[in-house]
Nanobody
Framework: QVQVVESGGGVVQAGGSLRLSCAASGIIFSGSVMAWYRQAPGKQRELVAA???????NYSDSVKGRFTISRDNAKNTVYLQMNSLKPEDTAVYYCNARTYYSGYWGQGTQVTVSS
């Protein structure tokens, strides 16, 4: 049984910060690529940030310099530190765990940035 569970979403004013967490179980976490996606109403789901098992990171251009993805293999948890938030960041944020065999999605957590 694989479980991917996000937490940390909420409402924040523009310019503020939030840290999202994603705990994964039932997978070999240390060998998995972890990623954060987001989806706003009426828009496609987009990749926000990803981190490989070796710690290499990639970010979408829209969040570079503001968001930081990290992982704690001992806790089977990936984080997304979001700073300097903008209203355009408002979306449901989803965690994805990519193993060699398959990918797994969390239920999502709502992030709302007010202006």
């Amino acid at each position: 049984q694989v479980q991917v569970v996000e937490s940390g979403g909420g409402v924040v004013q523009a310019g503020g910060s939030l840290r999202l967490s994603c705990a994964a179980s039932g997978i070999i976490f240390s060998g998995s690529v972890m990623a954060w996606y987001r989806q706003a109403p009426g828009k496609q789901r987009e990749l926000v940030a990803a981190i490989t098992s070796n710690g290499r990171t990639n970010y979408s251009d829209s969040v570079k310099g503001r968001f930081t993805i990290s992982r704690d293999n001992a806790k089977n948890t990936v984080y997304l530190q979001m700073n300097s938030l903008k209203p355009e960041d408002t979306a449901v944020y989803y965690c994805n765990a990519r193993t060699y065999y398959s990918g797994y999605w969390g239920q999502g957590t709502q992030v709302t940035v007010s202006s």
